[in-house]
């Protein structure tokens, strides 16, 4: 057996406890500070809106011999604006500029010929109006508003509603700071990112309901016992799939991360790079809220229900119990973990009739 499945086993017997949901706080303040940092990004900065959104002129030059600073200048003195130029494959330099009309895209697309030692009639132009791009923004805000329904939906009739805010919390949480990492780093926004951002929330909800039904096996007629409280069960639950958690990560991000690098180093800027990129950027974040996020929020939901503080009062007395009579026989106090331990709480006779054996039955 492996180090890392030793570990995992340890986790899921409950040897060994990673609190979670007891530290919920310092989940909140990590995730707290990360959406104020994307939300400033996103005022501050806003979001680098590719040629799909804002409109504007697309030559792509293939097996050019210039370089990206020369093509940019012949750009931006014909345009006299910004130009966006990068390389997105073998030779080939794509130039992005503000709107132009067909003269002044075949004046600039024969300059552009001229100085990178290819054909004019080689030089693909063509110029995209941003109305596509609101059509692409629009489709992706209905797909996510039934996205949401659905999973609200899904989650209540499987779960229950508490589980299905916790989840959306978590979405919400993806959401803003995988947009918020874009406008910090400036990332070109894409269609392809647009896809890749959708895509993103059903590998977040994913790994959610995996925990979430953990949780829901271990909570199965926990009112019934005095020995773990709802919080403990849900820490357990997340304790119990947490390998299974980073090795899904882990197994998903390689092939992610490997398309960056051909892309970036290789093949360069493109649209498979663009939909990797977010992807990496929403499944990080996405592992980190479903095991950091989600569950802490569950159980605070759900350990304010009268049922589970009365549950709670049962546990915390019975523990008290236990710790006397350590004491009294002289078997020192136990410390907190070894409280939360079952197999810890033999002390404590049964309260329940035992049942008469048979032969003694009159």
Same mark, same amino acid.
């Given at each position: 057996?492996?180090?890392l499945?030793k ?9 060994? /406890? ?14 707290g ?11 501050g900065?806003?979001l ?11 030559f ?9 600073e020369?093509?940019?200048a ?35 697309a ?5 100085v990178c ?6 030089i693909?132009?063509?110029?995209v109006?941003p109305?596509?791009g %609101?059509?692409?923004s629009?489709? %992706?805000l209905?797909?996510l508003?039934?996205?949401i329904?659905?999973v609200?939906l ?19 949480h ?14 070109e926004? /894409? ?5 890749g951002l ?8 994913y ?28 820490n ?28 970036a ?21 996405g ?9 802490p ?17 049962r546990?915390h007395?019975?523990r008290a ?14 410390s ?11 002390p ?6 035992r049942?008469?054996?048979?032969s003694?039955?009159?």
């Amino acid at each position: 057996m492996s180090k890392l499945s030793k570990i995992g086993q340890r986790l899921y017997q409950g040897d060994v /406890t990673i609190n979670f949901v007891g530290r919920w706080k310092t989940w909140y303040i990590i995730g707290g500070i990360l959406l104020l940092v994307s939300v400033g990004a996103l005022l501050g900065r806003g979001l680098n809106l590719g040629i799909e959104f804002k409109g504007g002129a697309d030559f792509s030059l293939p097996a050019a011999t210039c370089s990206v600073e020369e093509a940019r200048a012949v750009a931006e003195t014909e345009t006299g604006a910004q130009t966006i130029v990068t390389v997105t494959g073998a030779g080939t330099i794509r130039v992005q500029t503000q709107t132009l009309t067909p003269a002044e895209s075949s004046v600039l697309a024969g300059q552009l010929a001229d100085v990178c030692g290819i054909a004019k009639e080689d030089i693909k132009y063509q110029v995209v109006g941003p109305t596509w791009g %609101a059509e692409i923004s629009s489709k %992706a805000l209905q797909g996510l508003i039934v996205f949401i329904l659905l999973v609200t939906l899904f989650l209540t009739l499987y779960f229950e509603w508490r589980m299905a805010v916790a989840a959306l919390v978590a979405l919400a949480h993806d959401l803003i700071i995988t947009i918020g990492i874009y406008a910090l780093i400036g990332l070109e926004v /894409t269609p392809a990112s647009v896809i890749g951002l959708l895509t993103i929330l059903g590998y977040s909800l994913y790994d959610t309901v995996v925990v979430f039904d953990k949780v829901k096996e271990n909570t199965r007629g926990l009112t019934g016992q005095s020995v773990l409280t709802y919080n403990e069960a849900a820490n357990l639950a997340v304790n119990q799939t947490l390998v299974r958690s980073i090795n899904t990560s882990v197994v998903a991000l390689l092939p992610v991360f490997s398309i960056i690098f051909v892309g970036a180093l290789l093949l360069g800027a493109g649209t498979l790079l663009d939909l990797a990129v977010v992807l990496a950027i929403g499944m990080t974040v996405g592992t980190f809220s479903s095991i950091f996020i989600a569950t802490p929020v569950l159980a605070q939901l759900k350990s304010a229900t009268p049922e589970m503080k009365a549950l709670s009062a049962r546990v915390h007395a019975r523990r008290a119990q236990v710790q006397r009579k350590n004491v009294e026989t002289g078997q020192g106090e136990l410390s907190t973990e070894e409280l939360t331990i079952p197999r810890n709480l033999d002390p404590v006779e049964r309260t329940q009739p035992r049942r008469v054996p048979r032969s003694k039955r009159k």
